[in-house]
């Protein structure tokens, strides 16, 4: 990332921890710093994750919010039509300038929730408004309302353009949200792409903790209750290169990443491995993305990749024109740590307000 941005990237870190802030030291141009949650002293994201970004219109935004909403949060095809109905009529009634928010979202469930209990329906139907209450509680009224309960002019395309290097950092957040609001600010920048043209500058996403963000749908039974067979994650991995969006991914677990991140990688770069079990085949999901079949010649490459020395890694480059240029190679890599970043620092290290 740092060397991308030397190179005339724009670099934006999806930061699941407190790690990327140390760039702010080192990398050059405008830089920008955003915690997701709250801390005092540090520059907060105040968003509302349904305002469509630049570009993009709202019936477009709403399916890809309350998609990833039901996903993420693992609720079913009825709350995904009590939330569609909800939302739809929250947005006919904005006026453009103004949107809807989650805490909206939540008091107009509500409200439906409380007149459905006075006509005495039945306890399923009840349970429905509850699980959809319960997911938006933290916007409508716990940790998250004043950072993305309530509407807001902030674009996340705006921040990113205006910016050489942005760190989103939600190490202080719940990991159970991170999914949500991360991956919206990613589809953000992709559909603004999308309807809007390519970035002239290229823009480097780099996503740490993938599996638990860029995840497998398949293997969530609210995809299937839905029938959802493709989500936004794995739309920007085909399709991100000719927006010119780009995207490095970083993964403890590479079984449970998205299976078209995996089926777009250009290049792959392998540290030592250790888990191989049936649920995580981690190991042999990386021996097929290196070009070789684990189940040949007595698993060489998997005994391999689990007894890599630290720094050491098995890379290959995908994107070639000649074939014996797409075999592994072994790959030493220099230690790189900048120094830490404390809270009281980060003002004086990001960029002024344009």
């Known amino acids: 990332a740092y060397q991308a941005s030397r190179k005339g990237f724009k670099v934006v870190v999806i930061d699941w921890k407190y790690e990327w802030r140390r760039?702010?030291?080192?990398?050059?141009?405008?830089?920008?710093?955003?915690?997701?949650?709250?801390?005092?002293?540090?520059?907060?994201?105040?968003?509302?994750?349904?305002?469509?970004?630049?570009?993009?219109?709202?019936?477009?935004?709403?399916?890809?919010?309350?998609?990833?909403?039901?996903?993420t949060y693992g609720l079913g095809s009825r709350s995904l039509a009590v939330m569609r109905k909800h939302l739809w009529r929250l947005y006919a009634e904005s006026s453009g300038r103004t949107y809807p928010s989650l805490r909206d979202l939540y008091e107009s469930i509500k409200e439906e929730r409380e007149v459905a209990a006075k006509?005495?329906?039945?306890?399923?139907?009840?349970?429905?408004?509850?699980?959809?209450?319960?997911?938006?509680?933290?916007?409508?009224?716990?940790?998250?309302?004043?950072?993305?309960?309530?509407?807001?002019?902030?674009?996340?395309?705006?921040?990113?353009?205006?910016?050489d290097f942005?760190?989103?950092?939600?190490?202080?957040?719940?990991?159970?949200?991170?999914?949500?609001?991360?991956?919206?600010?990613?589809?953000?920048?992709?559909?603004?792409?999308?309807y809007s043209g390519p970035y002239a500058q290229p823009i480097l996403i780099v996503v740490e903790e993938a599996h638990q963000v860029a995840f497998n749908i398949r293997e969530k039974y609210s995809a299937e209750a839905v029938n959802l067979t493709e989500d936004a994650w794995g739309k920007l991995a085909a399709e991100g290169r000719a927006y010119n969006l780009y995207g490095v991914f970083i993964v403890q677990y590479p079984s449970r990443l998205n299976p078209m991140v995996?089926?777009?990688?250009?290049?792959?770069?392998?540290?030592?491995?250790?888990?191989?079990?049936?649920?995580?085949?981690?190991?042999?999901?990386?021996?097929?993305?290196?070009?070789?079949?684990?189940?040949?010649?007595g698993n060489e490459y998997a005994r391999f990749l689990e007894r890599l020395p630290v720094g050491y890694a098995a890379a290959v480059k995908k994107r070639v024109k000649e074939f014996f240029k797409a075999e592994p190679v072994l790959v030493k890599f220099d230690y790189f740590e900048p120094p830490e970043v404390r809270n009281e620092e980060i003002a004086t290290l990001v960029s002024a307000e344009p």
């Open 23 to 71: 760039l702010l030291r080192v990398v050059g141009g405008r830089k920008a710093f955003y915690a997701l949650y709250q801390r005092e002293g540090l520059p907060v994201l105040k968003w509302n994750p349904l305002r469509p970004p630049r570009g993009v219109h709202w019936r477009e935004w709403m399916r890809v919010v309350l998609e990833w909403f039901v996903l």
């Open 166 to 194: 942005v760190d989103f950092e939600a190490g202080g957040m719940t990991d159970t949200d991170k999914p949500f609001i991360l991956s919206l600010i990613v589809f953000a920048l992709y559909y603004h792409a999308k």
């Open 262 to 297: 995996l089926a777009n990688l250009m290049s792959v770069m392998a540290f030592r491995l250790n888990l191989q079990t049936q649920r995580d085949p981690d190991v042999y999901t990386v021996v097929r993305q290196l070009g070789k079949d684990p189940e040949r010649f």
């Open 119 to 163: 006509a005495r329906v039945s306890f399923d139907k009840l349970d429905i408004y509850d699980k959809i209450l319960d997911r938006l509680w933290p916007f409508a009224e716990g940790d998250l309302k004043d950072l993305f309960g309530e509407d807001s002019e902030t674009d996340i395309v705006d921040i990113v353009l205006g910016s």
